[in-house]
């Protein structure tokens, strides 16, 4: 039974950030509620996972990445796009200090902005253009969830380790301040910052917008990475730090895995290489697959047959080679560089033609 809930929960917390490239804030906002549920649900069932903070910060550099990922899909906001992937990669190297150190400090010094920095921008575009707003205004947007939010948060949780559940049972009183602070942040969005937006300008836009017409086709995606691909290029850099991170967060929680974090972030980098070399190859030779089911299955069996071949010349098939942590690992990669993909020349059309934002 206990497993069963946990394979549920983290099936829950693996499936849903998918959706966010396309429902951008209902499925962040679904996510977040399920990061915070998640130990109430074990707890409900009896069952206390081994690990809980380190399975916890893996899920959520996961779905924060593939947040991060929809960025590029769909903002079209540059500016929003820079601030946002400095606050996301802000975030991963925090996070790998703290799972490498133990050291909670690392937690408040590298506050997770960037979720409610995404959900700030998502919540701006349901009504309005973002592409409109300058670079400083998101700044300013990122500093104040920085201060006034994530950094009282971050200690709250992180530094004191107190839990709020715990905290309203012991001090009924709580319950007054708690409201307190949420009136007062409702009052001051609604009577400060609403007065100081500009109007509406656009039907309620729940959905993902549409892609630009000259990037809403895997084969244009494809036409691009033939003529604009390089293996070089600093999407590759970015795809390095983005699925290397990942492994090492997430080799903290696997069981019996060998290697290092250094061991396997340069793995991962080398991988991660040989498919942007793969992927440019493909998309000057041959014809793009329009499916991304159909590209996901591709990649996951082009990768096996790599890392099956790298552990024979590596002579790690004697029983030393973790088969389950392995495939796990292709998976992540699989899904993360697809993605990154699938979404990248999106935004490099965006960043090089600001026509098309309007």
């Known amino acids: 039974m206990d497993a069963a809930v946990f394979l549920v929960v983290v099936g829950a917390r693996f499936v849903l950030p998918l959706l966010i490239p396309r429902f951008p804030l209902p499925a962040i906002l679904g996510a977040l509620v399920l990061d915070g549920v998640d130990q109430t649900i074990f707890q409900a069932f009896g069952y206390d996972p081994p690990g809980y903070q380190g399975y916890d910060k893996a899920m959520d550099v996961y779905y924060l990445a593939i947040a991060y990922l929809a960025t590029l899909r769909n903002w079209t906001s540059e500016a929003a796009v820079r601030v946002a992937g400095f606050l996301y990669f802000y975030r991963l190297v925090g996070v790998i200090a703290f799972e490498e ?51 009282p948060q971050e200690y709250w949780i992180h530094i004191a380790q107190l839990d709020l559940t715990d905290q309203l049972s012991d001090k009924p009183w709580l319950w007054l301040v708690l409201g307190g602070l949420v009136l007062g942040v409702v009052a001051g969005l609604w009577f400060g910052l609403r007065p100081r937006l500009p109007a509406p300008s656009r039907r309620w836009a729940v959905r993902a917008d549409p892609l630009p017409e000259e990037m809403d086709s895997a084969a244009e995606r494809d036409r691009w990475f033939a003529t604009n691909g390089t293996i070089g290029s600093r999407g590759t850099v970015e795809k390095v730090a983005l699925v290397g991170g990942l492994s090492v967060v997430f080799s903290q929680v696997l069981p019996g895995l060998r290697s290092s974090g250094t061991e396997l972030f340069v793995g991962t980098a080398v991988f991660v290489v040989v498919n942007a070399a793969i992927t440019v190859l493909v998309a000057r030779r041959w014809h793009s697959i329009q499916s991304s089911v159909a590209a996901f299955v591709g990649r996951v069996l082009v990768n096996v047959v790599l890392v099956v071949t790298a552990s024979a010349l590596l002579g790690r098939d004697d029983g030393d080679f973790d088969v389950k942590a392995a495939l796990f690992f292709v998976l992540l990669l699989c899904l993360i560089t697809l993605l990154d993909d699938r979404y990248r020349p999106v935004h490099a059309v965006r960043k090089v033609q600001p026509e098309v934002q309007r």
């Open 101 to 151: 150190t133990q050291w909670r400090p690392f937690l408040l010094i590298f506050p997770n902005v960037f979720e409610y920095f995404f959900i700030a921008y998502e919540a701006y575009r349901l009504r309005r253009d973002p592409a409109r707003v300058g670079f400083r205004a998101w700044v300013i947007v990122a500093a104040v969830i920085w201060i006034g939010v994530k950094l």
